[in-house]
Every structure is written in C-alpha cells, then in structure tokens.
C-alpha cells in the first residue's frame, strides 16, 4: 500500500531535495525502513537504538504516532506520514 511521507526541508539534503517520497508498508516502522533504504543518511537523523529519537515527532494524518502505536502503528493506503524534528532556538535575554 503506497503512503507518502513528507520530509521538512532540514532533512532534505538527506534525499536530495525530495519534500515527498511515496513508499511502501503497512506500519509506521515499515515505511521509515522503505524511506533509509533509500537515504541511509537520514535512519541517524530520526532513530535511535531502534525507537524514534527523543526530539523528533512522526505524525499519521496529524495524529502523533507516539499516541498510537509508535513505530508499529498500522498505515492505511494513502496515509500521510510526517516526520517532524524539534526546532529549538531563539534569544537569551
């Protein structure tokens, strides 16, 4: 079942510029696998030790997967998947 998955443009480098990649799978885990075959670069970037890493945010249809599932949550043909690293920043004072 293809998903699409929306990549923000500071993970882009990581595939050469694509905003979307239409995979393949039935799970969260599944379709991130599809996408690091594809960008190796980007598995460090969003996992860690197997989970999500701490500072990153995966939404299915706005629906933050830690709420449902996490990397097993199950996908439905044409889901739209997010992935959302943390932005932090700003002035001191």
């Not at 595939?15 to 799978?25: S, W």
């Not at 945010?57 to 996490?70: A, H, P, W």
Request: aromatic share 4%; hydrophobic share 40%; glycine share 12%.
């Amino acid at each position: 079942m293809p998903v699409t998955v929306k990549i923000p443009t500071q993970l882009r480098a990581a595939t050469d510029g694509e905003a979307e990649i239409e995979v393949e799978g039935a799970s969260v885990g599944e379709v991130l696998d599809a996408v690091f075959a594809a960008h190796g670069t980007l598995r460090e970037r969003i996992t860690q030790d197997g989970d999500l890493r701490r500072f990153v945010n995966v939404y299915v249809n706005d629906e933050d997967v830690r709420f449902i599932g996490g990397l097993e949550a199950e996908l439905s043909d044409g889901d739209q998947v997010v992935v959302l690293p943390a932005v932090a920043g700003g002035s001191g004072g």
